[in-house]
């Protein structure tokens, strides 16, 4: 049995596979469409509510990420990214 070094575990899934990135999930899928949407409809209430729907999706893809990565790469961005896009937009103009 070979000895799992920090690469295999930061970097392989389950499977013994390196993966650093997936194909989009519905969550990232939903917030690139809202956030397209948003730069078309750049005022009112769809705006908004588009800005709602794209914020709850990185939000909601981020967390899952975060608790259900399938390596620690994974998990690490998903606390980096929730971390952050939180933090924008606490600290920008646009806070809910």
Do not use: C
Not at 37 to 51: R, S
Not at 60 to 72: C, K, P
Not at 79 to 95: A, E, K, M, P, Q
């Amino acid at each position: 049995m070979e000895k799992e070094t920090l690469f295999d575990k930061f970097f392989r899934d389950s499977n013994g596979n390196i993966v650093i990135v997936q194909p989009p999930n519905l969550p990232i899928i939903v917030w690139g469409v809202a956030s397209l949407l948003k730069l078309i409809f750049t005022t009112g209430l769809i705006n908004v509510g588009l800005d709602l729907i794209a914020f709850g999706s990185l939000f909601t893809w981020a967390w899952l990420e975060l608790f259900q990565g399938v390596n620690y790469f994974r998990r690490t961005l998903g606390f980096i990214v929730l971390v952050g896009f939180v933090g924008l937009r606490i600290f920008s103009n646009n806070t809910i």
